[in-house]
């Protein structure tokens, strides 16, 4: 393997042994302590335009299979691993790693000590790198004069509607940067599912009669997007079940006046504890987040905290005191880790349930 080297705009430079894609490239670095599902992270529409150093030791040696894409396309900057394996004995495999980035002309570099790079970002903070093949001043010049696009949803999410068909209850989701994930979750309980552009109004989404509608997750910052996104949310959570989740969730909570903050470092993990607050009890799930709902802001909303983060006490989940409007911060459907949660879309079938057996109710009344 040809030499590589992963610099950071904090003038650290880290050599290794080059895979993937010969491209330089650049983007925010992250850390991601997942021990399994490097498919289903790599494709996932979360880490647009992100480098992700994996703390798993060995990347690879399951290769990639038509089972664990998250998205069809794939958008992630580098791959950033302590050792890559070129050796796959999954039945699944139909390709190598290093084939899959060639294919989309992605960088990786091995042959780095992740966990001391783990706890450099951990201690300075997020911030941008580049994979190149000299680590000479004019790569870090040419690092540093990057500047990273805020306006990474459009960038992922589905520029037209497209159905998930089924038989059942009429579900919309609206694509922030939508997983996978989701819609199988909505195929396992038959749902009759149509998939709406990000920046839909309210107006279209009610025309099509849905029976629930889902906030999915995304890239990138919650106030990079504009305010007509929140006024949807406001409009179409006084009339149809609603359920959020990730990037949906922080639109969530700031459509019903709470407020956020950015965390230091990103957390990217699974098997991470979640507690329900009105149970107590422990569930494990997938976590991606960079923002969360500061808890002094929703005592002036009509939010109420279900589940909190049992390793840094932020808000996990919030629901809605008046609607049958719920939201969670974690990935439901696992992809990759625990699927504790996903009872989640059971729920939400539930309330979309109880809403219809509300509203006839009031129709026999009259």
């Known amino acids: 393997m040809a030499t590589r080297y992963l610099i950071l705009e904090d003038g650290t430079a880290y050599q290794g042994k080059a895979f993937g894609s010969r491209a330089t490239t650049t983007g925010k670095i992250i850390v991601n302590s997942n021990m399994l599902g490097y498919q289903e992270i790599i494709t996932n529409p979360i880490y647009h335009d992100q480098i992700i150093v994996f703390t798993q030791p060995s990347i690879g040696n399951i290769g990639i299979n038509h089972k664990s894409y998250e998205s069809i396309s794939t958008s992630i900057k580098g791959v950033v691993t302590h050792e890559y394996s070129d050796i796959s004995t999954n039945r699944l495999s139909k390709l190598s790693l290093d084939d899959f980035l060639k294919q989309r002309n992605i960088p990786g570099i091995s042959g780095i000590d992740t966990r001391e790079l783990a706890h ?67 195929s396992e309980r038959h749902c009759d599912t149509i998939v709406l552009p990000w920046n839909v109004d309210s107006k279209n989404i009610l025309d099509l009669d849905p029976d629930g509608i889902i906030l999915s997750t995304g890239p990138g910052s919650p106030y990079d997007l504009p305010k007509s996104v929140l006024k949807m949310i406001q409009n179409v959570q006084k009339r149809v079940p609603l359920f959020a989740m990730g990037l949906g969730h922080e639109l969530f909570a700031l459509a019903n006046h709470a407020s956020l903050y950015q965390l230091k470092i990103d957390y990217h993990n699974s098997s991470h504890p979640i507690k329900e607050i009105i149970t107590n009890h422990v569930l494990y799930a997938s976590q991606n987040q960079e923002y969360s709902v500061d808890n002094q802001s929703i005592q002036n909303s009509n939010l109420i905290v279900t589940y909190r983060d049992l390793v840094n006490r932020t808000i996990q989940g919030l629901r809605h005191r008046d609607y049958p409007a719920f939201s969670v911060q974690f990935s439901p459907d696992g992809g990759p880790g625990p699927t504790d949660s996903v009872d989640l879309y059971d729920e939400f079938l539930e309330n979309i349930s109880s809403n219809m057996n509300k509203r006839s109710s009031r129709n026999d009344e009259f």
């Open 120 to 186: 450099h970002l951990r201690k300075h903070g997020a911030m941008k790198a580049s994979l190149v093949d000299v680590a000479d001043q004019h790569a870090f010049d040419q690092l540093n004069a990057t500047v990273l696009t805020n306006q990474q949803v459009s960038q992922v999410a589905t520029p037209k509607p497209y159905p998930n068909p089924g038989t059942g209850l009429n579900i919309i989701v609206i694509d922030f940067g939508l997983k996978h994930g989701i819609l199988k979750q909505l």
